[in-house]
């Protein structure tokens, strides 16, 4: 069984720091694009940072200059460093990659079970 573990978040003053990481388990071939979604109370859920294979990044306009996703092909691992967090940064975050298994051989879609990061004035 294939699954994603998300760690790293909680409370945390505006302007702080938080980091997030996200490991993915079991019969895993290969890991294609990750990425880190968020969900805000009463809002609809955004993508906020995604990062390839090929280790090229992208980033919602809003966390630009401020968080930096990065992945460990050795560990099956991608990260969120998020700074200067403000408080409309409180949400759930959520990583997604797709990925191959071996046994059997197949394409699967994986979230993880979300973790919440929250931002005090």
């Known amino acids: 069984q294939v699954q994603l573990v998300e760690s790293g978040g909680g409370l945390v003053q505006a302007g702080g720091s938080l980091r997030l990481s996200c490991t993915a388990s079991g019969r895993i071939l290969s890991i294609r694009t990750m990425g880190w979604y968020r969900q805000a109370p009463g809002k609809q859920r955004e993508l906020v940072a995604v990062?390839?294979?090929?280790?090229?990044?992208d980033y919602t306009d809003s966390v630009k200059g401020r968080f930096t996703i990065s992945r460990d092909n050795a560990k099956n691992t991608v990260s969120l460093q998020m700074n200067s967090l403000k408080v409309e940064d409180t949400a759930v975050y959520s990583c997604?990659?797709?990925?191959?298994?071996?046994?059997?051989?197949?394409?699967?879609?994986?979230w993880g079970q979300g973790i919440l990061v929250t931002v005090s004035s």
């Open positions: 997604n990659t797709g990925l191959i298994t071996d046994s059997p051989f197949r394409y699967l879609e994986v």
């Open positions: 990062i390839t294979s090929g280790e090229s990044t």
